[in-house]
């Protein structure tokens, strides 16, 4: 779940989708709550939920009238607002479906995690096959045409693979954490590398490695191993961004204020503009080639 989060999670902060997976997250809740009641699996009503959900985005913001934010916010409440009608309506379930919305990994069957790894495999595989025209569509959907990429296809795909990976994700950190994990590990690697592959790499191993320091934490200190993982990104992201070598806090501190022991100011003066310190060097070129009297 982390590898996948954190791969997927690449493309989701180069294209600014932090919303969108927010709103995928949430819109696959009428799923879960019509496949318990109905004693289909639970990924199966999560999937084909999310699935519609990122159709309707796509088709609608693909014409000019309505962008891409405001069709993620009106099917993002839309499908939220029927999974809370369908729920109010089971009261027997509501205790048993709460465990979707934070995550319970202890309760994961081992048949979960093999659906997990399949589906994970698969997304990482997709995204490693089509990595050039994902890359292509995402930064230049105009330059994307004029190759003849399907570029609505690319980017429904793209919207799948990330619906499928909030599904497999729903039962270790649950609806609402499921965004820390796509979002968090692919920041942290932003801020340590600057290519695209090495980021969508190093992403998926620091999703991973969060996982499992998670996990061990919420293990031996009691905690919801959904909330302990997350803690557990977000402390990693917070020494990036300050302990970067290259792009952290104290870098950038270290490169606007060096430190003042040099004899040398930081940034040369220009030449010939020292006043006070005798002729520089231009002021002393121009009296040799032109001495007073000529």
Known sequence: MGATCGAIGAYVVLRRLAFIGDALSHAVFPGVVLAY???????AGAMAAGAITSTAIAIVSRGQRIREDTAIGIFFAGAFALGIVLISTQSGYQRDLSAFLVGDLLAVAWSDIAFSAIVGASVIGALVALRRELLVVSF???????????????????????????????AAVGIILVLAMLVTP???????????????ILGSVLGAAFGIVGWYVSYHLAWSPGGSIVLTATIGFLLAFVFSPSHGLLAHRL???????AERPAVDQPAGHRHGEGEGPVVAS???????GR
């Open 140 to 170: 230049d959907r105009t330059y994307a045409q004029a190759l003849g990429y399907p570029v609505f296809v690319l980017e429904l795909l793209l919207l799948l693979l990330l619906t499928a990976t909030i599904v497999v994700s729903l």
């Open 286 to 292: 121009l009296g040799r080639r032109h001495p007073p």
């Open 37 to 43: 009641v109905a004693g289909w699996p639970i990924f």
């Open 186 to 200: 692919a920041a942290t690697a932003r801020l340590l590398v600057d290519r695209f592959t090495p980021m969508m």
């Open 255 to 261: 490169t606007r204020h060096p430190q003042h022991g």
